[in-house]
């Protein structure tokens, strides 16, 4: 079965920056429909970026000009380069496949914690 295995969290300042990596046990990040999702505390899990058709990367208007998707297929792995993270950005985040999310499946996630 295929694993997803997201790492990179932290504890980071106001301002400060932090990349995430989800690394896959197969090749499932390679495709479009791949994404970074993140789930803050008493809320909803919300999709923060999302490789859609045509490879065109859409982001949250909360994190639009601050995160940045991107992925290295040779090495089956995505990223998440976050910077100038606010403390509303304290969450755990994911990363997941369409196809994945349908199913319920999620990995354990990394948590974030930006302080003010």
């Known amino acids: 079965q295929v694993q997803l295995v997201e790492s990179g969290g932290g504890l980071v300042q106001a301002g400060g920056s932090l990349r995430l990596s989800c690394a896959a046990s197969g090749g499932i990040l390679s495709s479009n429909g791949v994404g970074w999702y993140r789930q803050a505390p008493g809320k909803q899990r919300e999709r923060v970026a999302f490789v859609g058709s045509g490879g065109i990367t859409n982001y949250a208007d909360s994190v639009k000009g601050r995160f940045t998707f991107s992925r290295d297929n040779a090495k089956n792995t995505v990223y998440l380069q976050m910077n100038s993270l606010k403390p509303d950005d304290t969450a755990v985040y994911f990363c997941?496949?369409?196809?994945?999310?349908?199913?319920?499946?999620w990995g354990q996630g990394t948590q974030v914690t930006v302080s003010s």
């Open positions: 997941n496949t369409m196809s994945r999310v349908a199913l319920g499946l």
